[in-house]
């Protein structure tokens, strides 16, 4: 079992920053993909940005050019900058790992992700 835990969401303003961070409790990277997953009310649960366990790097179209993820491998954490963001980016933001032996292939569906971050808030207002 791993333990994700996500940090760094808030309230900004459109064209504001935020960095989020999601730490595991034990190291992962070992054929493990990891992603940023985002759900907004009403919406289903989406990927939007991920490293496959190759490394392999997604971004979805709506994020291209103003997020940027990364990872910390002596600190086993995931990032994700993000920067001019927009109103529509108010989500819940969920950290996930992947399971899956080595691959450049990131899976879109949720139910293909074995472990799960309790979320982090991001609201931005216009």
């Known amino acids: 079992q791993v333990q994700l835990a996500e940090s760094g969401g808030g309230s900004v303003q459109a064209g504001g920053s935020l960095r989020l961070s999601c730490a595991a409790s034990r190291y992962t990277y070992n054929s493990n993909s990891w992603g940023w997953f985002r759900q907004a009310p009403g919406k289903e649960r989406e990927l939007v940005s991920g490293?496959?366990?190759?490394?392999?790097?997604y971004y979805a179209d709506s994020v291209k050019g103003r997020f940027t993820i990364f990872q910390d491998v002596a600190k086993n954490t995931l990032y994700v900058s993000m920067n001019n963001l927009k109103p529509e980016d108010t989500a819940m933001y969920y950290c996930a790992i992947r399971e899956d032996g080595g691959t450049w292939f990131l899976p879109l569906s949720p139910d293909e992700w074995n472990y799960w971050g309790q979320g982090t808030q991001v609201t931005v207002s216009s």
């Open positions: 490293i496959s366990s190759r490394g392999g790097v």
